[in-house]
């Protein structure tokens, strides 16, 4: 069983950064890509990245494509959302997820981290 904990959501004002850290206990996680996704009050869950296992390649949401990047360390069993220029709209619970690198479906998922982008 792989468990994913989420940690660096907190409140920053209007062009700042953040970074999320996603840690993953078990010994898949540099076999399986990694997704993260946000929700935000009312609105369905979206798609803000996406990394293969090794990290070369990457995917990501039109709204949020050249200002987060998605990272991953596998000798940590971590992966990072490094999110730039952030705007109100960015605000949400964002969640990171694992899964097989040959579909778009996650099979694990973590508990969520709230992200706040104040004006």
């Known amino acids: 069983q792989v468990q994913l904990v989420e940690s660096g959501g907190g409140l920053v004002q209007a062009g700042g950064s953040l970074r999320l850290s996603c840690a993953a206990s078990?010994?898949?996680?540099?076999?399986?890509?990694m997704g993260w996704f946000r929700q935000a009050p009312g609105k369905e869950r979206d798609f803000v990245a996406r990394i293969s296992r090794s990290g070369s390649r990457t995917a990501y949401g039109d709204s949020v494509r050249g200002r987060f990047t998605a990272l991953r360390d596998n000798a940590r069993n971590t992966g990072y959302l490094q999110m730039n220029s952030l705007k109100p709209e960015d605000t949400a619970v964002y969640y990171c997820a694992l899964g097989p690198a040959s579909s778009n479906t996650y099979d694990y998922w973590g508990q969520g981290t709230q992200v706040t982008v104040s004006s």
């Open positions: 078990g010994r898949t996680f540099s076999s399986q890509a």
